[in-house]
C-alpha cells in the first residue's frame, strides 16, 4: 500500500477513525499520513459532500462492498476536487 503513490488508499476502523493512509493519500488530500491518523474518516470529504449526504452514500457503497468505487474525490483539508 505505501508503494502505490497514484491512487488515495486509506483504511478506517469500525468506528471511522483512519488507521493507515498511503503517499497517494497524502499527495491527493495534502494531509500528511501523521495529520490523518486517528482523525475521522469523513477530513476527504468537503463540507458540501458531507451536507449533502455523500459521505453517508459513498460510507454505505463501502460497508457492502469493502472498498469505495469512485473515480473522483475531495479534499476536506483544501475543499478541491481531485480525480
Request: contains cysteine; aromatic residues 8%.
Amino acid at each position: 500500500m505505501q508503494s502505490v503513490k497514484n491512487f488515495c488508499i486509506l483504511t478506517m476502523d469500525t468506528s471511522g477513525f483512519i488507521n493507515s493512509w498511503n503517499p497517494g493519500a497524502e499527495a491527493m488530500s495534502c494531509y500528511t499520513t501523521a495529520e490523518a491518523i486517528g482523525r475521522p474518516g469523513a477530513i476527504i470529504f468537503t463540507k458540501e459532500d458531507r451536507d449533502s449526504g455523500e459521505r453517508e452514500n459513498e460510507w454505505g457503497t463501502c460497508d457492502a462492498m469493502a472498498v469505495v468505487p469512485t473515480s473522483a474525490g475531495t479534499s476536506g483539508k483544501t475543499a478541491r476536487v481531485f480525480s
